[in-house]
């Protein structure tokens, strides 16, 4: 965190990166440069390069901590439990990417805005998606196991899901008036209402 020396501000690595991304955020990360990061931090471009190599280790740094928050999703206990089905994993899922998402916006938003124009955009953008095939096979195996809709590719359905998650990045607003409770609950419900096998009527 920020504190002050002698009347000077200095920071940590984490806090220069928070800072690096809020800024990757609002202006996009190829037209962010280290000297308006250094000017945002209140310190000097040598102060920047004391903590951190460079603009990619930033980035690298970053989004590596958010798909990390991601991955560890999938081994919630919430998730992993024998007697969770697939529709249940599904649920858990959505609703702890959601907190992932709000904990860590500026860094997702910009992990979402990528398009692989570096080798180690490219890397972090495979990581992202070994995530959403990870989702796609509990989606499929929900299908396969008259769970959700067989009529839709697992795949496509994932997309969409994941999508209407992801697309909080662009509204949300943590100290907003909707409650973060009450937006998981909304992500969840039009999912699973979306996805659920139709149940036969006894009439």
Do not use: C
Not at 7 to 23: Q, Y
Not at 75 to 98: F, G, K, N, W
């Amino acid at each position: 965190m920020p504190r002050s020396v002698a009347g000077r501000r200095t920071h940590d690595a984490e806090s220069i990166v928070r800072i690096a991304f809020s800024l990757f955020r609002e202006r996009g990360y190829d037209a962010t440069t280290i000297d308006q990061v250094a000017v945002r931090a209140g310190v000097t471009k040598a102060a920047i390069y004391h903590h951190v190599s460079g603009k990619e280790a930033i980035l690298v740094n970053g989004v590596t901590r958010a798909l990390d928050a991601l991955f560890a999703v999938l081994e919630d206990p919430r998730v992993t439990a024998p007697a969770a089905t697939p529709m249940d994993q599904l649920e858990q899922i959505l609703r702890a990417a959601v907190e992932v998402e709000v904990e860590h916006l500026d860094e997702v938003a910009v992990l979402l805005r990528m398009r692989g124009n570096t080798s180690v955009e490219s890397a972090i953008m495979q990581r992202r998606r070994e995530f959403d095939e990870a989702v796609a096979r509990i989606v499929e195996e929900a299908m396969r196991r008259g769970e959700a809709r067989a009529d839709l590719d697992p795949h496509i359905a994932t997309r969409l899901i994941l999508g209407m998650a992801n697309s909080l990045t662009e509204w949300i607003r943590p100290a907003g008036e909707m409650s973060r409770e009450r937006i998981v609950d909304a992500v969840v419900g039009i999912a699973r209402s979306g996805l659920s096998a139709p149940t036969e009527s006894t009439s």
